[in-house]
């Protein structure tokens, strides 16, 4: 079936750098994008979501961009920091499976001080 | 506010034993319910959810099942667990899909 992939399964970046988390959707019905932040041990976190409508999203430090063209989402955190580290989901909605969530494989982001 | 809970945090269970994972949430009524699973290293795999009292919908056939006994109440079961049910559980809620809350998730080590 469908579901939502990643470019990269893992990031590293120098603390203070800019990050960019990617993230290519297949099911071109989806209507809501929702990253998650994940810490080792801990359930996913939400950090921002974004609706089809849009096609850009900012919050504190970070930023959702979507491209439904070619089916693809992105999340920026500017000013990355050690904090950052973590696993990263997109996940999508798709209206007609019940409005459950399809979440990708993640990346895994690694800040180096 | 809104919280949920989810326990145990570790569980180390020898092959053939049963489970019993429990999710409870709070400050919310009538939920939508759901349990994921999350091998090391990859996604959230969705295992059952529930829109009410009773009702379970489960996504992929295993060797778990799935109750709600009460409207705030989730449990994830198995009658004999394999070593492949090793994983992180995850339990989650939303009253207005889309969009969930995760609990924090149970260490289960199948020995």
């Known amino acids: 079936g469908e579901s939502v992939g990643l470019h990269l399964p893992t990031l590293s970046v120098q603390e203070g750098d800019n990050s960019i988390i990617n993230c290519a959707y297949s099911?071109?019905?989806?209507?809501?994008f929702i990253w998650y932040k994940q810490e080792s041990g801990k359930g996913p976190q939400f950090i921002i979501d974004?609706?089809?409508?849009?096609d850009k999203r900012q919050g504190q430090r970070v930023t959702v961009l979507l491209n439904k063209t070619v089916k693809h989402l992105s999340l920026q955190i500017a000013a990355t920091q050690p904090g950052d580290s973590a696993v990263y989901f997109c996940?999508?909605?798709?209206?007609?499976?019940?409005?459950?969530?399809?979440f990708g494989a993640g990346t895994r982001l690694t800040v180096k001080p | 506010s809104q919280t949920i809970h989810q326990w145990p945090a570790t569980l180390v269970q020898p092959v053939g034993s049963p489970l019993s994972l429990e999710c409870t949430v709070e400050?919310?009524?009538?939920?939508?319910l759901y349990w994921y699973r999350q091998a090391a290293g990859r996604g959230l795999q969705l295992l059952f959810y529930s829109v009410g009292i009773g009702q379970i919908s489960s996504e992929v056939p295993q060797n778990l099942s799935a109750s709600r006994p009460q409207d705030r109440q989730f449990i994830l079961s198995s009658k004999k667990l394999l070593l492949s049910d090793s994983g992180f559980y995850l339990c989650?809620?939303?009253?207005?899909?889309?969009?969930?809350?995760f609990g924090s998730g149970t260490r289960l080590t199948v020995v």
């Open positions: 099911n071109s019905a989806s209507d809501y």
């Open positions: 996940a999508e909605n798709t209206p007609y499976n019940n409005n459950d969530m399809r």
């Open positions: 989650a809620w939303s009253v207005a899909p889309p969009g969930y809350t």
């Open positions: 400050g919310t009524s009538n939920p939508n």
């Open positions: 974004i609706r089809s409508n849009m």
